[in-house]
């Protein structure tokens, strides 16, 4: 799997996604520090990746829109560096278990200590 992680999360989740033989970009690393959330999804779309981001509302609502699309992941709350690792390795492993993401957001958080992962069809066709 492809994966593109947005600027407001740890260039340190690319050797988390290489590690378990996945291609990470970071928005950042390749030149595109600043873009609109807009020019992220359409490159993240054109080139195949999930777009991996802690910034839900303008994800969701772009994600909405679009007829298909190669998946979203969403790590909530916004947090440090050693926990976006967890949260995304969390993701990783749901992620091994559904092969693909396509059309769907997997929404990882925490309830305490706990991880928390949540699947759900976006845009959703049963309404």
Known sequence: MRFLIDECLTTALIPVANQRGHDAQ?????????????????????????????????????????????GLIILLPSVDRETQKRLFAAALIRLSVLGELINQVLEVGLDGQDITVNLYPLPDSSC
């Open 26 to 70: 970071h928005i950042a690393l390749i030149g595109k520090a600043g873009w609109k959330d807009w020019s992220v999804t359409q490159y993240a779309v054109a080139g195949d990746f999930i777009v991996v981001t802690n910034n839900a509302g303008d994800f969701l609502k772009l994600y909405a829109g679009r007829e298909l699309h190669p």
